[in-house]
């Protein structure tokens, strides 16, 4: 494979990342939204490999397995039955509309190209724009997290910001992506067991995991 189709895929492939993190802003439904984040993290699980390929850095190739099994695999697994244990209803409450809350997706875009992209010249990989994708899905992720009233959904959206993270790791530093997936895996682990356990704790103890009936309770 020449380097410029190769670029070519590399940028397909963030595309996918993007797309998926903005279908996640406008999508109702709670097991959707786990499906696209192991979707979108099987799209990084291949960026991370032809990036190996592209730059010879073979360590990402284990990186890219790291990826695909913990973020693609695992953890979406464990969502899915995190939601039928607890029987976390499968809509998702907005705090604004699926209008707004798409219109906010391009507005992080745009955010993102203006304040990242002249940067993107002096990324390790400047050519696929991995810097100002990168950016997009950690804001769109935060919006993710801000405006759901569930706190299921609202742990969906930190996930998405890690993932966020991560690609903007590898587009600066992509010879260190091993050591980088290795600390963000071992934060999503923990993240995904103590959430499992908190979520756990807070049904047993309120009945509801909506954030919303949580907040009444504090008056």
Request: charged share 10%.
């Amino acid at each position: 494979m020449s380097l410029a189709p190769g670029q070519q895929l590399l940028e397909v492939l963030a595309a996918v990342v993007l797309v998926t993190s903005w279908i996640s802003l406008v999508h109702r439904r709670v097991a959707a939204l786990v499906r696209l984040y192991a979707a979108q993290s099987a799209a990084m699980a291949a960026v991370a490999g032809l990036v190996a390929y592209l730059y010879n850095a073979p360590i990402l190739y284990l990186t890219g397995a790291t990826i695909f099994g913990l973020n693609a695999v695992l953890i979406p697994t464990v969502l899915l039955r995190l939601q039928r244990d607890l029987r976390v209803p499968d809509e998702v409450n907005m705090l604004v509309s699926v209008r707004t809350s798409g219109l906010a997706g391009l507005g992080c875009l745009l955010l993102a190209v203006a304040v990242v992209g002249p940067l993107t010249p002096y990324a390790e990989i400047p050519a696929a724009g991995l810097l100002p994708i990168s950016v997009t899905v950690v804001l769109i992720g935060l919006f993710l997290t801000s405006t759901r009233r569930k706190a299921f959904t609202q742990v969906i959206g930190m996930l998405v910001m890690a993932n966020g993270v991560f690609l903007a790791g590898l587009a600066l530093t992509f010879g260190l992506g091993l050591l980088l997936e290795l600390g963000v895996a071992a934060n999503l682990l923990i993240l995904a067991i103590v959430g499992r356990l908190f979520l756990f704790r807070m049904k047993d103890s309120f009945d509801t995991v909506d954030a919303d009936a949580l907040r009444a309770l504090e008056g």
